[in-house]
């Protein structure tokens, strides 16, 4: 089983402060099927990115993913009020394994 | 539109069964497989499994296996899940997300507004 472990927990940040998320495989994510979620309270988790790289319909250019193999990361560009929320990165492909998930906070 | 509308809150005693819908809409049913994800009280996203809605046939995560059972209806777009035997550390909210049956892999994109299941006597 490939494990993601997500990089810092808890991510204290100010509105239209840069943010950058990672994520780290235990083994190569194959095909680059690596995803980005974000999720607020009470809410089912939002397609942010898929492929590493793409940005799901309708999200704005202020998230962008990159990495490739074991290491990945979402960047929020500047962050808007809308933005602090939880965010997972998940594998896909034959099967789904999460992230733990970090915490963008307002500082 | 598409929407996956998942049935209301569970309150289920132990040892009882529980079972959740998730009605498709606004897409063929069948081009999409239905997984299951589990997220306890503050806890992260957990992924149960997934059915092929083509043909019926569930996969099941490891932990997953014997209480918990996926199932389609075509005929009204609908995948289910059954847990049975309840225990108190099922409890959670339980989300169905849709996956495109492609090749290369797709991520999962809609997902229903989650099912929340309390076990309790």
């Known amino acids: 089983e490939n494990v993601l472990t997500q990089s810092p927990g808890t991510l204290s940040m100010s509105p239209g402060e840069r943010a950058t998320l990672s994520c780290r495989a235990s083994q190569s994510v194959s095909t680059n099927y690596l995803a980005w979620y974000q999720q607020k309270p009470g809410q089912a988790p939002r397609l942010l990115i898929y492929?590493?790289?793409s940005r799901a319909t309708g999200i704005p250019d202020r998230f962008s993913g990159s990495g490739s193999g074991t290491d990945f990361t979402l960047t929020i560009s500047r962050l808007e009020p809308e933005d602090f929320a939880v965010y997972y990165c998940q594998q896909y492909g034959r099967s789904l394994t999460f992230g733990q998930g970090t915490k963008v906070e307002i500082k | 539109q598409v929407q996956l509308v998942q049935s209301g809150s569970e309150l289920t005693k132990p040892g009882a069964s529980a079972k959740v819908s998730c009605q498709a809409s606004?897409?063929?049913?069948?081009?999409?497989?239905i997984n299951w994800v589990r997220q306890a009280p503050g806890q992260g996203l957990e992924w149960m499994g997934w059915?092929?809605?083509?043909?019926?046939?569930?996969t099941y995560a490891q932990g997953f296996t014997g209480r918990f059972v996926f199932s389609v209806d075509t005929s009204v777009s609908t995948a289910f899940l059954q847990i049975s035997s309840l225990k108190a550390e099922d409890t959670a909210i339980y989300f169905c997300?849709?996956?495109?049956?492609?090749?290369?892999?797709?991520?999962?994109?809609?997902w229903g507004q989650g099912t929340l299941v309390t076990v309790s006597s």
């Open positions: 059915i092929n809605t083509n043909t019926g046939n569930p």
């Open positions: 606004g897409y063929t049913f069948t081009n999409y497989a």
């Open positions: 997300a849709r996956e495109a049956l492609v090749i290369p892999a797709a991520a999962p994109d809609y």
């Open positions: 492929a590493a790289s």
